[in-house]
Each structure stands twice: as C-alpha cells, then as structure tokens.
C-alpha cells in the first residue's frame, strides 16, 4: 500500500509528457469526492507498474467522461472492498450449508416419489399401464420429448424383477446427468460443475439403493409384513440418499476446487477470475470490464450482479 505523495509521484512520471492530463488527475485526487476509492485502488498497485498504468489511463478517460457527463458512472466503477484472503474464502465456500440442503427440497420430493411409486407396485396397487399414464403428468412437462414410458417400464420390469426402485433410482441418474449437461451446453453451469453434479447425483443414487436394502432389511427384523419391509426400505433410502449426496457435495467441493454455489461460481466465472482470487484481483478485473460494458446494458446488468453477489458472500461472518 502507498501514500498519497507517492501515488501522485507515480502519477507524475506516468504522465509527465501529457501536462493537461496530469493537471486534471491531480486536481482529481486532490479535491474531488469521488477520489477515495481510487486512490485506494491506484495504492493497492503501486508497485505493479503495468497495472498501475492501465488504471490511471481508466482515471484520465473517467474524469473526461465525467466532465461531459455529471450521470456518469464513475462511483459505480471505482470500487475497493475488503474480503478474507483467499484459503479463508475456500474454507468458508466449502463448510455445509443447511439453506442449500433445503434447495434440494424438489430432488429429495422426487426421489420419494420414485421410492413410494416402487412401494405401489410391489404391492401390485399400482401397474406397468397405469404408471406409463400417469408419468407424462407427474413430469409436468420437464421433457422437451415425448418417451414410450409403457415400452421403457415393460424393459426395466424385465431387468430388475420386482426391483423397481433400482431402475427408478438409475433412470432419474440418467436424467439428472442429461440436465446437468445441458446446463453446461447453455453456459449455465462449468464443465467442471457439470462432472461434480453428475458424481454427487451418482453418490446420492448408490447410497439410496444401499440403503433401501438396508432399510428392507431391517423392516423384517421387525415384522414380518411386506408393507413393513417396504416402508423401511422407503424411510431408510430417502435418509441415504439425503446423506451420502451431502457427504459427497462436500467432497467434490474440495476434490474440485469448487464453492457450494452455483450462482458464486457463474459471478467469479463473468469476472473472468478464479474464486480463490485476491480481494484486488477482483476489483482490477471488475474495473476492466466495467469500461468495457458501461455502455452495454445488459452486460453491465450482468457485471453488477456478479459483483454484488461476490460482495454480499462476503459480507457473512466467518
């Protein structure tokens, strides 16, 4: 960090063969008050003689902009905030988050689904004809295609018996994968975040089988009814599948180097930045992008967001 006399030295130097640039950047550092925050910013790269000079080519534009337009921007661009450096963030970005356990709430719902669908036609309530009907409308339209649900459900029953709860888990696997990867196609989500979702949706589905049996298991030591055998296996996969695709999300946090959030990872992603960049990383990147995109609505909508969603993460207690 430098001082004031040194900054407007560097400042000097950098624009000694331009005299009315330098006397309007000095004059702007001396007495404007919109100075602070780009003294801050021109201090943390004071030694860094490539940036620095970039940053102060961004002042000599911002304070000509500002003169033809007093609406300009130029608070907005010129930020500088603190946050935990960067092996604190990653801690934080991986410890488990009850609130993102909650926003599987919709996967959990349908995994039941798929387990109590199972119960239904083990106790033969429920057949191959009526499920094929009832599946186009418990999908809600989630397909974009329709699928001979009478043909696939006549071939799992071939293959898992009366084991429906097996090919349910795999084919919502299948699904899950499918929209994961068209996520990525979409830009919505990483490559990276594509492979750790489909391993957490493969650890949920091992665990969830593991523990229908288990759960089958223990329902007989208590009774021997088939409805008891099958609510066990139920009860027991679903805590599972809960478990183990936590267990595992936490892993492959770590394994991949990833934060728990889709949404931190796509604002560190605009900003053209890993998630473990330094505090001044971030505001050189923010401010580059920032004169890139002023004048670009939509993209400058996206910039802002990015970086209020980075701010307000760090804004959380450790």
Known sequence: MGSFPQICEKV????????????????FLAVDQLRTNCI??????????GEFRRLVNFLVEDISELERNPEYKMADIWVAFEQPIANQRVRRGQQFDFQLLLAKKERFELI???????????????????????LPTLLQGNLSFNLPFKDII??????????YEVTAGFGYFVYDTWQYKKRWHNSEISGVRCIK?????????????????????????IANAKIVHLAGGVSVGL????????????????????PKDDSLENAFRF???????????INLSYIRLAHLYYRDAENWRRLETSFERIKFYESFPN
């Open 239 to 258: 805590a599972s599948t809960v478990l183990g695709g936590t267990l595992c999300d936490r892993f492959t946090q770590q394994i991949f180097n990833l």
């Open 40 to 49: 801050e910013v021109l201090s943390r790269n004071l030694n860094n003689d």
């Open 197 to 221: 979702k489909t391993v957490d949706s493969f650890a949920e589905l091992g665990a969830g089988v593991t523990g229908v049996y288990g759960g089958e298991f223990f329902g007989s030591a």
């Open 112 to 134: 039941f689904a798929c387990l109590v669908i199972s119960i239904l036609m083990r106790l033969g309530i429920l057949n191959p004809e009526m499920l094929s009907k009832m």
């Open 271 to 281: 900003l053209e930045l890993p998630w473990t960049a330094s505090d001044n990383e």
């Open 12 to 27: 000097v130097m950098q624009l000694n063969d331009e005299p009315l640039k330098l006397t309007k950047v000095l004059f």
């Open 154 to 163: 006549k071939m799992a029953q071939e293959l898992s018996g009366e084991r």
